[in-house]
Antibody, heavy 119, light 110 residues
Framework: QVQLQESGPGLVKPSETLSLTCTVS????????WSWLRQPPGRGLEWIGY???????NNNPSLKSRVTISVDTPRNQFSLKLTSVTAADTAVYYC?????????????WGQGTLVTVSS | QSALTQPASVSGSPGQSITISCTGT?????????VSWYQQHPGKAPKLMIS???IRPSGVSDRFSGSKSGNTASLTISGLQAEDEADYYC??????????FGGGTKLTVL
């Protein structure tokens, strides 16, 4: 059974960089697309971006150039960096796997980690 | 990219059927059969209920079904049960190689 686990600081200061890692267990990171998503408290889901196991990426245009997503296949991990954070970036951050062989949904999710942006 | 449009809330009695709509554009819902639906209980991670418009993952009850017509996708839950009370989100792949979500629908089982 594939499992995903987010890890990283739960508190980040305004203007600093948010860094999270997702560790994949129970399966290989290769041959899949992997995504980061977030959910501000009491609000809906927002897709942040994806990384393919080969390293190619794409991000939500609304986050402009603040997002970097990378993959570490030997460690079966992928990571998110979000620069110049503000209070609006406070959210539960999820990592998830895109369904194999297609683009039709996210089939495995991490439990989520709350990141608060505050001084 | 604009969010997909879902009703804020729907409700139904146990045993009844409800349908949640999800309206997008010709650049997302109308362009691809890559619409998915998620169930989220409070404090929990979303759970995939429907992928690729109408495919139920293993383990998901056959009371859940999905469909699409033009730029609007729909999730139908038949034989409502108390455990179905949750938030539901739709999502679609887009022509920009991104994913977009709906604002979410709160389902209340009366």
């Amino acid at each position: 059974q594939v499992q995903l686990q987010e890890s990283g600081p739960g508190l980040v200061k305004p203007s600093e960089t948010l860094s999270l890692t997702c560790t994949v267990s129970g399966g290989s990171i290769t041959s899949y697309y992997w995504s980061w998503l977030r959910q501000p408290p009491g609000r809906g889901l927002e897709w942040i971006g994806y990384v393919y196991y080969s390293g190619s990426t794409n991000n939500n245009p609304s986050l402009k150039s603040r997002v970097t997503i990378s993959v570490d296949t030997p460690r079966n991990q992928f990571s998110l960096k979000l620069t110049s954070v503000t209070a609006a970036d406070t959210a539960v951050y999820y990592c998830a796997r895109v369904i194999y062989g297609g683009l039709g949904g996210f089939d495995y999710w991490g439990q989520g980690t709350l990141v608060t942006v505050s001084s | 990219q604009s969010a997909l449009t879902q009703p804020a809330s729907v409700s139904g009695s146990p045993g009844q059927s409800i349908t949640i709509s999800c309206t997008g554009t010709s650049s997302d819902v109308g362009r691809y059969n890559y619409v998915s639906w998620y169930q989220q209980h409070p404090g929990k991670a979303p759970k995939l209920m429907i992928s690729d418009v109408s495919i139920r993952p293993s383990g998901v009850s056959d009371r859940f079904s999905g469909s699409k017509s033009g730029n609007t996708a729909s999730l139908t839950i038949s034989g409502l049960q108390a455990e179905d009370e949750a938030d539901y989100y739709c999502s679609s792949y887009t022509t920009s190689s991104t994913w977009v979500f709906g604002g979410g629908t709160k389902l209340t089982v009366l």
